[in-house]
């Protein structure tokens, strides 16, 4: 059985910097996409940065420059390095991967189980 499972989450001042991981588990033949969402209370799941198997990176705007996702292949785990953090980075993160598990016809979409950010001003 595939799982996500994320670490890294906590507390920090405003200006600090956290690093999150998120390691994939399990038989898996190929992971294709593997992205970081987050939660704030009250709003909606959005996206926060996406890499893929063929290397290309993209950030929601207000990240870009602060946050950068990188992937170990050889581990299946996805990082994201989060600087200069603001409060309004607070949130639930969560893992997402789109892979191809073993015995599977095509790619499926598995989240983590999600960690807290909360950035204090």
């Known amino acids: 059985q595939v799982q996500l499972v994320e670490s890294g989450g906590g507390l920090v001042q405003a200006g600090g910097s956290l690093r999150l991981s998120c390691a994939a588990s399990?038989?898996?033949?190929?992971?294709?996409?593997m992205a970081w969402y987050r939660q704030a209370p009250g709003q909606q799941r959005e996206l926060v940065a996406t890499t893929t198997s063929g290397g290309t990176i993209n950030y929601e705007d207000s990240v870009k420059g602060r946050f950068t996702i990188s992937r170990d292949n050889a581990k299946n785990t996805v990082y994201l390095q989060m600087n200069s953090l603001k409060p309004e980075d607070t949130a639930v993160y969560y893992c997402n991967a789109y892979l191809v598990p073993l015995g599977a016809l095509r790619t499926q979409s598995y989240w983590g189980q999600g960690t807290q950010v909360t950035v204090s001003s």
């Open positions: 399990g038989s898996i033949v190929s992971i294709n996409r």
